[in-house]
């Protein structure tokens, strides 16, 4: 038991935070910060949220370093130094773990412990909480940190559980090291996170199979490690490279462009191009202004990519499946990788597609396709998540009214700003889906989210209010906005978890802000101008909501 007991006759507390990862710890430290009594709750066995489980071959962050951390404490960020451009997965733990000794965050969370049901009660005004042990705590505010990648998705091939040998999910990946070395090895999935692993176990196994359904786009990582003299550059200007990131579109330190793409002749377009190949990282999709707008321009940077994969990949039937078509590039999470085509040219590494040849079925011994069995020692998952709404929909949410969010969302998610929803009442998230999401810096949009959400429940104590939640008129309008930018967006035009696409049954859609972070922002400080009059409050138990001007 933590400080703070869990016990229905307790005292409520003011918040209940659920999620150890980077929104959760922020939160946890805010709230506590602002006097409030708090209970954290993590599913797994330590903070960490995606890093504690993502500990799968080659796992590594595909932002900088440098800006893929918490910004809040200028204390935090003289006293941690990154000791590479991309930190790989033990780094980034490491991190975290020195966050959560530094701001002494641990004590505040009950570990491996999931939510089962939260309830509001409209009388009393409060919120219960209970977890799948049975044990049950009440506050006035919830906080969802759940994070837009926190559900894996269960593969969806017929017999995926039958297989005898070593299996693994890529998504809750052991803590104990696994040997490749002279194993048959399979990959199921060639997104970012099996991009990684193969590049990773390919030199390492004995062979290995790459289950390849829909191919990925993938520039160079570049990684380095980073000099102390660059290192102390970064320190002494962490102020400004924090105040640039926050007025930026991605929420973040990658170079953008106003430049269109047809606005400079095709010589200077291929050396723009060619530049960003050699440099590395998501410069590629910082050249142009309007590689997410203009397809005929997003074409060429496509067609680019793809002639780069011909260079490199040394069999050419090989290099053709590994070229991405059908779908816009950028349209699909951008991938970064260190030797991911290279892998290919190794002559113990094979390439199944699965669109000449499907899968069947997972069998005792490995994959069967529709051309035959691949026997296999080891089988690795990377099949993706169920992302967005998943962690949201994986327990009942029971808002006002009785009305589950399972139903509220059953054509789809719908909030203000991915913070809050219309009929349930001091519900709040972080990153939620329909704001900028996975398409900006996660930690940078939790930390916005958290600042937002405690300065809304600043507002309600100032004023003697204990429940607020949007106007269904001002949740419409935002869902309409993000629609509208949706539909102008390439990023809608793919097959891909960003829509729904990879779970059978989900609705289909793009509900992610695609507006930018610093409109988001925008938008949120708008959310909470003239007295937070996209809400109405209830002034105290049992009143009758004051409802404000959407």
Not at 151 to 176: C, N
Not at 442 to 468: P, S
Request: proline share 6%.
């Amino acid at each position: 038991m933590n400080d703070v007991g869990v016990s229905a006759s307790a005292k409520p507390l003011d918040v209940v935070i659920v999620g150890g990862g980077f929104g959760g710890m922020y939160a946890t430290y805010k709230f506590r910060e602002m006097g409030l009594s708090i209970q954290s709750f993590e599913a797994g066995g330590d903070l960490g949220g995606v890093w504690y489980w993502n500990r799968y071959p080659g796992a590594r962050v595909d932002l900088p370093s440098i800006d893929y951390s918490f910004a809040f404490s200028p204390e935090i960020d003289q006293e941690w130094t990154w000791s590479e451009e991309f930190a790989a997965q033990p780094e980034l733990l490491r991190y975290i773990n020195f966050v959560a000794d530094r701001l002494d965050l641990r004590k505040h969370f009950r570990f491996n412990t999931r939510i089962a049901s939260a309830v509001w009660d409209e009388d009393r005004q409060i919120w219960t909480l209970t977890t799948t042990e049975g044990e049950r705590v009440e506050a006035r505010y919830c906080v969802m940190a759940t994070g837009p990648l926190s559900v894996p998705k269960t593969p969806d091939i017929k017999g995926y559980d039958r297989f005898r040998g070593e299996s693994y999910m890529a998504g809750k990946w052991p803590h104990e090291p696994v040997s490749y070395a002279g194993k048959r090895v399979g990959v199921i999935g060639t997104g970012s996170t099996g991009i990684q692993i193969v590049q990773e176990v390919g030199p390492q196994a004995g062979e290995l199979f790459v289950f390849q359904r829909t191919p990925s786009f993938t520039m160079p990582m570049r990684n380095k490690t980073l000099s102390p003299e660059y290192v102390a550059e970064i320190k002494r200007n962490y102020p400004g490279l924090r105040a640039a990131a926050r007025m930026s579109a991605v929420g973040g330190l990658r170079p953008q462009s106003t430049r269109a793409f047809f606005s400079v002749p095709p010589e200077t377009r291929n050396a723009l191009l060619e530049d960003a190949w050699k440099l590395g990282g998501l410069c590629m999709l910082g050249t142009f202004s309007d590689l997410l707008i203009n397809p005929e321009a997003n074409e060429h940077v496509a067609e680019f990519i793809r002639g780069k994969i011909g260079e490199v990949v040394k069999d050419p039937v090989v290099a053709e499946k590994l070229k991405p078509r059908g779908y816009p590039v950028f349209a699909r999470r951008p991938c970064l990788d260190t030797s991911y085509y290279e892998t290919y040219n190794l002559p113990t590494v094979h390439l199944m597609d699965c669109l000449d040849d499907p899968i069947q079925e997972i069998t005792e011994k490995g994959v069967r396709l529709a051309s035959g069995e691949v026997e296999l020692d080891m089988l690795i998952f990377a099949t993706g998540y169920d992302g967005l709404t998943g962690a949201l929909l994986n327990f009942d949410v029971i808002g006002r009214d009785g009305q589950n969010l399972k139903d509220k969302w059953a054509d789809g998610a719908r909030s203000l700003l991915g913070l809050g929803m219309a009929g349930f009442p001091n519900f709040f998230t972080t990153v939620g889906p329909n704001g900028p999401s996975a398409l900006a810096n996660i930690i940078h949009i939790n930390e916005n989210d958290v600042d937002w959400i405690a300065r809304a429940i600043t507002y309600m104590d100032d004023n003697g209010l204990c429940a607020m939640e949007p106007t269904e008129e001002a949740e419409t309008r935002w869902m309409d906005h993000v629609r509208e930018l949706a539909n102008r967006s390439l990023v809608s035009k793919a097959k891909t978890w960003y829509v729904g696409a990879n779970i059978e049954g989900k609705p289909q859609g793009l509900t992610i802000y695609t507006g930018g972070f610093a409109k988001y922002v925008e938008a949120c400080e708008a959310a909470a101008k003239d007295n937070f009059a996209a809400y109405r409050f209830a002034p105290s138990r049992g009143a009758q909501p004051v409802r404000k001007t959407a």
